[in-house]
């Protein structure tokens, strides 16, 4: 900075600033000027006259100190060959103070260089120093979430110590009472997408609390997993502050904070008032049992455990409805129905009307897409294991209706590319015809109408393009589905006769043992 332009292009010119890996990127000629930016950018040299308008060096140099706690490095260059302002320069922290009349380009590059090494030791030792806080913290982190994995799975007799372990996480040993509550990330598949892996997700999370807390007293946040944090409240039980209600608002401004700041929807479910250790490791436990009646909840929920005293899952096996609702899904991926989420919407509804518990449902639809995987020949495209971690994900019953109907249009989808691909539509067509008639009788000249075609070209034309016989495709399509109705449901060999077209029992038995080489009865023993 300075009033003369022909030192500033002087300056700018001559230097060799790039040498030593210096960048010029503003020049003023005047101190209110130079504040301005350096308010907006702080650079880490600054060069400047002390004789300016309005604002001289000096007082350029203590306002900019004021803005920032990293602090740059500062050259004066003057004319002013005067004692006090060089005291005032050594006061204020100015590296060097050169005159202009003996302004020499090397000994500027000599003062440039050793500037520069000095800013690097002091960035490498500002780098050590938060690498030393960074383990200090890690270590911290990593003992409080040994402490709440020690209070979920380690005896009682093992907390004899929990007091002074608490106090040196920075609770109070004054305080009688504690408060647990344990928050769930509501829609945990959308997390780890936008965070990319749990890992960076649980880590965003522990600084972001960290920080949400430090000026939060009594308040301790414990990590756990990455979509899951537990939270422990040091208080007293008196009359003037309901202890259960100061917590209850704290969850909202947490939830508020995560939400605005990491785009992180929260559920929080709060215990109630423990003041020993055998209490509250009960209360933690029950506490994240209990999230799993979050599963049903469309939005985000703060909510006291007292709340969901009365909140049961449905006792009923939910495979007992297996074969009907695996039946409905595979009609409307036949089908290629256009509008996925409505065809889907009886299921959604049945599983939220009955609240079966969330493994269990995950379990099934899990069951559900292998099976339609197998059906369809479609397993190239959905590992088995990327469906059972992507499921786990899956918080709530919004992002499993979600999930569902995603992995529904892809097959969908599948099933038109292939149809696309294939040089005999026809075939396609026969084969989704079958598929959908399965629970009755189905003969070669019906298809061929269907199909708008002569019988005996029907069925040359299939021999050859499929290498089987029509109705042998028929009768190994109805034995896979009886094996099938054998594996997932209760019913007698009879009922699944006549449930797949078939009058006469014998003829079915006969039919199952040469397609699976043992009798059905045999099949449902073993």
Known sequence: MDDDVAVLDFLNIMIPWHTFGYAVPHRSTNGEEALMYCQQELPDLIVTDIGMPGMNGIELIKSIKKISQHQPQFVILSCHDDFNYAKQAVQIGVQDYILKESLDIPDITDLLSKLKQKMDQEQQHQAEIQKLNFQVHQNKSLIKEKWIHDVLSAPVSKGYQWKEQLAEFGLSRCLSFFIPAVACIHRTSDAFHRYEDEHTLKFIIENAMEELLQDIPDLLFLSYISNQFFLLYNCENTLKINPCEYVVNLCKEIQYKLMKLLKLPVSILVGDLERDYAGIKQQFHRLQQDTDKMFYYPEPQI????????????????????????????????????????????????????????????????????????????????????????????????????????????????????????????????????????????????VANHLHLNPSYFSRLYKKETNENFIEYVTRMKMERAKELLNTSEKTIDSISHQLGYDNRSYFVKLFKQHFGVLPSKFVKS
């Open 303 to 446: 909510l006291k455990m007292t709340e969901l005293t009365g909140y049961h899952f449905h006792k009923e096996d939910l495979l007992n409805h297996y074969d009907e609702l695996s039946e409905q899904l595979h009609r409307v991926i036949l089908e290629g129905n256009a509008d996925v989420e409505k065809a889907l919407n009886p299921f959604i509804q049945f599983i939220t009307g009955q609240k079966f518990p969330p493994n269990k449902v995950k379990q099934f639809v899990n069951k559900l897409v292998l099976d339609i995987m197998l059906k369809l020949k479609i397993n190239q495209q959905y590992a088995n294991e990327k469906i059972q971690q992507q499921l786990v994900q899956i918080s709530n019953i919004g992002e499993l209706q979600r999930w569902l109907v995603h992995f529904v249009k892809e097959a969908v989808r599948m099933m038109e590319d292939i149809s696309k691909q294939s040089k005999k539509i026809e075939i396609i067509n026969a084969q989704k015809y079958v598929l959908l008639q399965l629970d009755r009788k189905i003969t070669l000249d019906e």
